[in-house]
């Protein structure tokens, strides 16, 4: 049996041959001394100051007292004298031609603004234009004008308010989507917020752009609505002045004018009278006799008589038509209307029309035979004839402000400006639009602002230009000068 014992043994020691001793040393560092300053400052000095432009205390505002008898007295004694002064000076020629207006004529015609959505009209023209009743915004409408067929676009109304401080040229205010092309729009002439427009499917709609679902109402398809694209939409003035009603007429290539009722809360557009304008009877096939359609292209009125209207037509005609008083009732709303007198007709079709606002007489016309006219209804024969240039010209309006004053857009992309007053053959000015000589489909003076005028191109760009101070400053006699070179033409 084996027996065990501790024992203790020496220690062995091996030297390692691969690791040396390591030295270490310790060091501090510093950056720069950073050295801060603590300042107060007031950046906002405020100061309040009371303006009142008028007093309006009771005894500021109070009538002056005054004898009755005695005011009375004195007009009647000075009435004869007045009177025999303002004759003479009405009857004499010593200031004509002399114009007291002291504006600067150096200033040019200038663009303020241009008008782009790219992204939403992309490849849409510009094909109606109008200013709201207190001027401060511009409508739209886009549409194209090469339809083969049926019309499959969709059409746009945008609006811009130009009175914004920061107006987002390339972002419009109120986008309106329409199921086809949008042939013309109107605002309302009392409302600033209401809108008419005419599409090219024959649709007659009313928006309100202070509402966020801005249609408001919408034309009915029946037998009597319109079939073809509407070419043009007014209001109807009437003697009360209604929040709740409205009217509105409508005018399409196949010749029918339609009046529409609007009431507010209703869907639906009330056709309650209408016509068929005709250019008198025709023979039709065997024995029957039938009336000729007018394929509408545009309507006039003047701003104080509706009564009457002007009509243009594809075929290049212009023909003045009555209204009638007593609208139709019943089931056969739409009655012929025959034309009451025949103008000289333009070589091609009429593309736009436009009453005078100084003269009850007078319109003026523009075809694609690239004549404006002005006519008289006095004379089927143009009073006036400018020719421009070999273009096509789309639109013609008048000066709210001047009497011899009128814009023309033409087909290769320039506005003109003429003034009868410097020139009756020549445009005062001639704008090139666009370098790459796309028509000028449309044009609008804004009646209230009437240094602006806004033209739109066949690109979909709008352009606003403010007009020099001559041309919208009316001078001494203008109507008169309009009155007597219109006269004299005429003889």
């Known amino acids: 049996m084996a027996k065990f014992v501790d024992e203790d043994l020496d220690e062995v020691e091996f030297k390692s041959c691969w690791k040396k001793e390591r030295n270490l040393h310790n060091s501090t560092t510093q950056t720069l001394e950073v050295e801060t300053e603590d300042a107060s400052s007031e950046s906002v000095s405020k100061s309040h100051v009371e303006i009142q432009t008028e007093d309006t205390s ?8 005054y004898n009755p008898d005695t005011l009375l007295a004195f007009l009647k004694r000075v009435e004869p004298g007045v009177m025999e002064y303002l004759d003479k000076t009405h009857r004499s020629h010593a200031f004509d031609g002399y114009d007291v207006s002291t504006v600067d004529e150096d200033l040019p015609m200038s663009c303020i603004h241009t008008l782009t959505a790219t992204e939403l009209v992309k490849e849409l023209k510009c094909t109606s234009l109008s200013w709201n009743a207190i001027g401060s915004t511009l409508a739209i409408g886009y549409g194209t004008t090469d339809h083969q067929d049926w019309c499959t676009h969709k059409g746009l109304v945008l609006t811009w308010n130009l009175d914004r401080q920061k107006v987002k ?45 801005p249609l408001m109402s919408s034309s009915s398809l029946d037998e009597d609505s319109h079939r073809e694209g509407v070419c ?27 009046i529409w009722d609007f009431v507010v809360g209703k869907d639906q557009l009330k056709l309650s009278a209408g016509w068929f304008l005709s250019s008198g009877p025709t023979k ?25 209207m002007i009509v243009g037509s594809e075929s290049g005609g212009l023909y003045k038509c009555n209204m009638v008083e007593d609208f139709t009732e019943g089931n056969d709303l739409v009655t012929s209307l025959p034309v009451a007198f ?18 009850h007489n007078l319109f003026l016309s523009c075809s694609s035979d690239s004549c404006a006219r002005i006519h008289s209804v006095l004379e089927s024969h143009p009073v006036m004839v400018c020719e421009p240039g070999d273009s096509y010209l789309f639109s013609a309006r008048w000066s709210p402000v001047r009497p011899l004053v009128f814009a023309v857009g033409t087909g290769e992309g320039r506005l003109l400006v003429f003034d009868l007053k410097k020139s009756k053959v020549l445009p005062v000015l001639s704008l090139e639009i666009n370098k790459k000589g796309v028509p000028v489909y449309t044009l609008e003076f804004n009646h209230i602002r009437q240094s602006l005028l806004a033209c739109g191109d066949g690109e979909g760009a709008v352009r606003v230009w403010r007009l020099s101070d001559d041309l919208c400053h009316q001078g001494s006699r203008e109507v008169d000068l309009l009155r007597d070179m219109t006269a004299l033409n005429l003889d």
């Open 58 to 65: 009771p005894e500021a505002s109070k009538t002056p007292e």
């Open 232 to 258: 043009s939409v007014v209001w109807i003035e009437q003697s009360t002045r209604s929040r709740n009603k409205a009217k509105v007429m409508s005018v399409c290539s196949e010749g029918k004018v339609l």
């Open 169 to 213: 040229q390339d972002k419009p205010d109120t986008s309106i989507e329409v199921s086809s092309c949008v042939n013309s729009l109107a605002f309302h002439p009392k409302f600033p917020a209401w809108i008419a427009g005419g599409t090219f499917s024959g649709d007659v709609m009313i928006w309100d752009l202070g509402e966020s679902e």
């Open 342 to 359: 025949k103008f000289q007709a333009h070589r091609g079709p009429v593309y736009s029309s436009h009453c005078s606002p100084f003269h």
């Open 284 to 308: 039709g096939l065997g024995s029957d006799t039938k009336q000729a359609s007018l394929g509408v292209t545009c309507l006039s009125f003047w701003p104080d008589d509706q009564s009457s």
